[in-house]
């Protein structure tokens, strides 16, 4: 009987990949699982975090350990400005990071992969998927789990929910110092970041994944409101999908019991 590949290192340092030119030149960390064998065929999975948060956090670390244990690849990476990659987090857009996923991606992966975006990630990953369908790529996409995904959360979530004074002081000084509940210090949201979500829209067109996805979403989750997921599901056209609401779930979903579920989703997209 052969064995269960062990799970490597968590704390294991990150490799770096350079990406942009110039001024926009930025160091993006990542770490890379190869398949056990090698030459496994089966898709490998890919981690999308969440606005402001870091490829070292409960989710991301489990669906690594999960790989490992099944004999999969498994990438997982921070945007510029967050975790270990370089770049502030003030200078961030969808579009930087979008052109960062891709970059990591095309990279550091082979084959068919499974896309699991939490939150922001959900955004990414749906546009990474659009991105390499228009260059002819979307065989890469193996399927999606998406966690509390925050499509167009610039400007269905976050603007709406401004007020008077936060949108004017992002309009007349470029940005506005947002509370944090995960966090002690305030960060920026900029009017380059609410600007250029406005380039990345999806809602109001057909939304496709290229394969199956199954959606993850808290009842009780403040920041993305169950009522999003809804809207996204009526997006998906052409794709499976699966939407499950957990109850007494909030937006990061990283209790025990929520990680099981992700992991057993992603068992049933793969």
């Known amino acids: 009987m ?14 770096h990949l350079r990406v942009g030119q110039g001024a926009q030149g930025r160091d993006v960390a990542f770490r890379a699982l190869a398949a056990q064998p090698a030459d496994a065929e ?27 244990r099944a004999g999969r690849a498994c990438l997982r990476f921070d945007y510029s400005g967050h975790g270990e990659s370089g770049g502030t987090f003030e200078e961030g857009t969808i579009s930087r990071w979008l052109e960062e996923a891709l970059a990591v ?36 996409i193996a399927g999606m789990v998406l966690i509390a995904p ?4 610039t400007d ?31 960060y920026p949201i900029t009017k380059a970041l609410i600007d250029d979500g406005k380039k990345h829209l999806l809602f109001g067109g057909e939304i496709r994944t290229y394969g199956p996805v199954h959606i993850l979403q808290g009842m009780l ?26 109850n007494d779930g909030d937006h990061r979903l990283s209790r025990d019991e929520d990680i099981e579920r992700l992991l057993a989703a992603v068992d049933s997209v793969a």
């Not at 949108?167 to 995960?182: F, M, V």
């Open 156 to 186: 269905t979530l976050m603007w709406p929910n401004l007020s008077d004074e936060a949108r004017r002081e992002i309009e007349t000084t470029g940005k506005w110092l947002r509370p944090s509940q995960y966090s002690p210090e305030p």
């Open 105 to 140: 991606f095309r990279l550091h992966t082979q084959g068919p992969q499974i896309l699991v975006g939490s939150s922001m990630g959900g955004w990414i990953a749906l546009l990474l998927a659009r991105e390499l369908a228009r260059a002819g790529e979307q065989g890469r």
């Open 2 to 15: 052969n064995a269960t590949p062990s799970a490597p290192a968590i704390d294991r340092p990150p490799d």
């Open 150 to 153: 925050a499509v167009d959360f």
């Open 221 to 246: 989750d403040p920041d993305v409101p169950w009522r999003h997921a809804l809207v996204l599901v009526e997006h998906l056209a052409d794709d499976p999908a699966v939407l499950s609401f957990i």
């Open 42 to 68: 089966k898709p490998g999975l890919v981690w999308l975090g969440g606005f402001k948060s870091d490829m070292t956090g409960t989710k991301a670390t489990a669906l690594e350990q999960h790989a490992a």
